[in-house]
């Protein structure tokens, strides 16, 4: 299954503008309302891809994890991450992870996150072998 993380508020969809308001939620800490949310209790590994913005995943994402936080008081029972396995991985202009994949370990108590992968944005298109490679690695 494949559901993607959108904001209620949609983005420009112009590059650099688009990354100003990144760089504007990330500056302030924002919390991104989503537009709809995804019920993981069924899921046993979830992958999660995202673009690092200034070595750092979008606010987009903390708020989506936060939905999933065991001391949130709107906790739904068996909505969080006991027992998954998390895969991150992210494209990016020189900061590989960054500390991404750091903040995924300690927002997601009780998962297991896998090593992540970064592919440099210009290597997209000729990085299926690294991906095949990361997923021997991290999955067998």
Same mark, same amino acid.
């Given at each position: =299954?494949?559901?993607?993380?959108?904001? #209620?508020? #949609?983005?420009?969809? @112009?590059? &650099?503008?688009?990354? #100003?308001?990144?760089?504007?939620?990330?500056?302030?800490?924002?919390? /991104?309302?989503?537009?709809? =949310? /995804?019920? *993981? +209790?069924?899921?046993?590994? *979830?992958?999660?891809?995202?673009? &690092? %913005? %200034?070595?750092?995943?979008?606010? *987009?994402?903390?708020? !989506? !994890?936060?939905?999933?936080?065991?001391? @949130?008081?709107?906790?739904?029972?068996?909505?969080?991450?006991?027992?998954? +396995? *998390?895969?991150?991985?992210?494209?990016? #202009?020189?900061?590989?992870?960054?500390?991404?994949?750091? =903040?995924?370990?300690?927002?997601?108590?009780?998962?297991?996150?896998?090593?992540?992968?970064? /592919? &440099?944005?210009?290597?997209?298109? @000729?990085?299926?072998?690294? /991906?095949?490679? %990361?997923?021997?690695?991290?999955?067998?």
């Amino acid at each position: =299954d494949i559901f993607e993380i959108v904001a #209620e508020k #949609e983005y420009p969809f @112009n590059y &650099n503008e688009c990354i #100003e308001i990144a760089k504007k939620e990330l500056r302030e800490n924002s919390k /991104i309302k989503l537009k709809q =949310d /995804i019920d *993981i +209790k069924e899921y046993d590994t *979830i992958f999660i891809g995202y673009p &690092n %913005w %200034w070595g750092d995943m979008p606010m *987009i994402l903390y708020t !989506f !994890f936060d939905n999933y936080d065991l001391s @949130n008081k709107t906790f739904l029972e068996g909505k969080d991450f006991t027992n998954k +396995k *998390i895969l991150p991985f992210c494209t990016h #202009e020189g900061s590989g992870l960054g500390k991404s994949e750091s =903040d995924i370990k300690k927002i997601t108590s009780g998962a297991k996150v896998l090593k992540g992968l970064a /592919i &440099n944005g210009s290597e997209v298109n @000729n990085s299926e072998g690294k /991906i095949r490679k %990361w997923l021997e690695e991290v999955l067998e």
